[in-house]
């Protein structure tokens, strides 16, 4: 039996990688000297992409697609394609911010509310003394014309070679399709959602036990009201894969129906 290397769904491939043989593929792209985006779908980002065509262009454009949500790894199983773990944006990202501060890269925050990166900037560089964090900025921008190109200058003499973009699902996918060639420094970027409020203490994290049973959506939905369209979401995305399965199986009879 050939094993799958990758599992499409809803028209998003994602690999079938562990989080450490994700970050093994990021360190070659670095070595190669290949710039990386690196998107984190889940459930709702795909319902999203699977109604919006520039948005699903925009997840067939970053370079890896992180399974961040539980949701992703049962869709790939029932899909035929086993993927180990789930990876969440935060945690690889934080796996990437010692990278950092080992190799001596530098990295940029953008996003969150005024003051809000500079208060994750002084808790990071507690945890990581080495982590050479070279600027940030807040998320609160016009993503076009004047002041996205302000922001842009700001980013670029700062010279940065991670730079995480915590704009929120798709505003952040979208800018840094647009924006990433125009500055050169950048090696890799990472869009991360909420993660600026996380390390600048504004939100906090699910415990480890309900992390490690992958609730982590349930803890961020009671914490946050706003999220509960989420409870609505769950079972379209199932009934989306179930529809993606009969599409598959239906397929697979004609081919061998024209074979045979």
């Known amino acids: 039996m050939i094993k799958k290397d990758k599992v499409n769904i809803l028209s ?20 190669r000297g290949l710039v990386t985006k690196i998107f984190t779908p889940n ?29 992703i790894l049962i869709a790939a199983k029932l899909l035929g394609g086993d993927i180990p773990e789930r990876i969440s ?56 014309g004047a002041e996205n ?4 200058k700001i980013i670029e003499q700062a010279h940065p070679d991670f730079l995480f973009v915590c704009l929120g699902s798709p505003i952040q996918e979208e800018w840094i399709i647009n924006n990433l060639s125009s500055l050169p420094s950048v090696k890799l970027a990472i869009g991360l959602g909420g993660s600026i409020d996380v390390w600048s203490g504004k939100l906090k994290r699910a415990p480890s036990l309900l ?22 979401d769950i079972p379209k995305f199932f009934i989306c894969i179930e529809a993606q399965k009969r599409a598959f199986r239906k397929e697979a009879k004609r081919s061998y129906s024209v074979e045979n």
């Not at 994700?22 to 670095?30: E, I, S």
């Not at 049973?213 to 803890?219: D, H, N």
Request: aromatic share 8%.
């Open 43 to 71: 459930p709702q980002i795909l319902l999203h992409a699977a109604k919006d065509k520039k948005a699903l262009d925009i997840l067939h454009s970053s370079d890896i697609n992180l399974p961040d949500g539980v949701g």
């Open 12 to 31: 998003v491939n994602f690999e079938i990688k562990s989080k450490t043989e994700q970050l093994a593929t990021v360190k070659d792209r670095l070595n």
């Open 211 to 232: 992390r490690a049973y992958g609730l982590e959506w349930l803890w961020r939905t009671v914490k946050e009201p706003k999220r509960m369209k989420i409870f609505m």
């Open 149 to 152: 190109e302000k922001v842009k």
């Open 89 to 144: 944006g935060i945690d690889f990202a934080e796996e990437l911010l010692h990278l950092a501060a080992e190799k001596g890269y530098s990295v940029f925050l953008l996003g969150g509310k005024s003051g809000r990166a500079h208060k994750a900037e002084r808790s990071l560089l507690e945890k990581i003394p080495h982590l050479n964090i070279c600027g940030c900025h807040n998320g609160y921008f016009n993503k076009k």
